[in-house]
């Protein structure tokens, strides 16, 4: 008893949280999101629900499924809503936001050098040895995230069978989304038990961490209640929020300018990141390179390298994409050039991830009324279980394109090789930090291309 009383005593529920200690766990959150969504996702847990338990795992993870459900960057909007849920509207912008700006800042930096003066040979060997680092933290990733979501057979069979469809049978993501909340629905009704959050384990799993600040039975926050009213108002600024700026451009330069157009284009693209950004880099790839040739095929795959190893949703590769574009078209004139690129890129940023801040801030209230209906967290609960096979796909792709940098036919890099298991060593052994191992793959990789050069 006593034993119990004091286990009590240690793990008492963290005092509330102010407004400005989440903001500077934000900014931090900024700053070191290297890893892509998984990583990033993974980064959140650590902090939110681990470390700080200012949310419950199983909460957590609901916000996280509704996530999966949108189109755009899910740990962006994860971040927005974890702020929102905290500190109302402006918590949940300023979450979002600053999840972005480090990101963009850098890229923009990043990509005036890269496009001004063309010397890339520093910035190569530095990704020389991101690269494999980043395949080691999507593999840390998914183990994480899976070790969580994957409970019970059921869960891995989901899984699994997403990992086959999208890796040998190239299904596209949605139809694999649309399949799991199926698979969710019917079995939610048949096997009730698989298919609630945990994957039918008792809540004591979900409580490993002590109790949380916001836990699963705390009472949902008076302004994260769903009200018709708050849902429209926030449908009606979304529209203001696209309507007005895109009216200017095109008021201002007219429909097809290259800014108006960047506008419509990035505002579709956002539309359709589902599965994250590698589902729409075809789409933009074949928009921004093949019709309005903004840029060449080879700056494209140069922008891919420098979003990869930039903190932030990896679909912040727009922002280079129109950097690229207004540079070089010199849209404002030849005197102006850097404010052009980063103009175009601020504008950018702005169409691509606006629907992510309404998709949350209006659907918020709905799912946080929605943790005990099990017709609703089924499908959700499958669906991150087909995520988990998914970004297991994307740690495929990381490490086929890092090990074999000419394909299967050419020569295997047993030196990339080298650093992705070392960075897979200190990031699960040693359990380092993924900005420690990030910075220290990067020097690594610098030396070594500067030794074969």
Not at 363 to 370: A, D, K, N, Q, R
Request: proline share 5%.
């Amino acid at each position: 008893m006593t034993k119990s009383l004091t286990e009590d005593v240690v793990l008492a529920a963290p005092p509330p949280v102010g407004f400005w200690e989440a903001f500077r766990l934000w900014l931090k959150l900024g700053f070191i999101g290297f890893g892509g969504p998984a990583g990033q996702i993974a980064l959140m847990h650590r902090e939110l629900v681990e470390q700080r338990r200012w949310i419950s795992e199983r909460r957590f993870l609901h916000a996280l499924n509704y996530c999966m459900l949108l189109p755009g960057p899910e740990a962006q909007q994860l971040a927005t809503y974890m702020g929102w849920l905290m500190h109302r509207t402006w918590g949940g912008i300023v979450a979002g936001t600053l999840f972005l700006l480090p990101g963009l800042g850098f890229l923009i930096l990043l990509s005036w050098l890269y496009i001004a003066y063309g010397d890339t040979a520093l910035v190569a060997g530095l990704f020389y040895g991101i690269k494999p680092a980043i395949t080691a933290v999507v593999v840390q990733a998914v183990h994480r995230i899976g070790s969580r979501a994957l409970k019970g057979g059921v869960m891995w069979a989901i899984a699994a069978a997403a990992f086959v469809a999208i890796f040998a049978l190239n299904v596209p993501f949605p139809y694999i989304v649309a399949a799991a909340a199926l698979t969710g629905y019917i079995g939610g009704r048949i096997t009730p038990d698989k298919f609630r959050t945990g994957g039918g384990h008792s809540s004591s799993a979900d409580k490993s961490y002590g109790p949380a600040l916001i836990d699963d039975d705390t009472p949902t926050p008076e302004h994260a209640r769903f009200r018709w009213t708050g849902l429209l108002r926030v449908a009606i600024a979304g529209v203001l929020l696209w309507l007005i700026p895109m009216a200017l451009l095109t008021a201002g330069y007219g429909w097809n300018h290259t800014l108006t157009q960047m506008g419509w284009f990035f505002t579709k693209a956002a539309l359709l990141t589902f599965g994250g950004a590698y589902a729409v880099l075809p789409y933009i790839y074949q928009g921004a390179v093949g019709h309005y040739a903004w840029l060449t095929p080879t700056q494209m795959i140069d922008g891919l390298a420098l979003g990869e190893a930039n903190p932030g949703p990896l679909i912040m590769v727009v922002a280079f994409v129109a950097f690229v574009g207004a540079y070089v078209q010199a849209l404002f004139g030849p005197d102006m050039l850097f404010v052009a690129g980063a103009v175009a890129a601020a504008l950018v940023t702005w169409f691509t991830f606006l629907p992510s801040f309404i998709f949350i801030l209006a659907g918020g209230p709905l799912v946080e009324s929605t943790h005990d209906k099990l017709h609703f967290t089924a499908p959700l609960t499958a669906i991150t279980a087909a995520v988990v096979g998914v970004i297991l796909n994307l740690a495929v792709f990381f490490a086929y394109h890092v090990l074999w940098p000419e394909g299967l036919a050419g020569r295997f890099d047993w030196m990339s090789a080298l650093i992705a298991l070392g960075a897979a060593v200190a990031l699960f052994r040693f359990k380092r930090s993924v900005i420690q191992v990030i910075a220290a793959c990067a020097v690594v990789g610098l030396i070594l291309r500067t030794l074969t050069l």
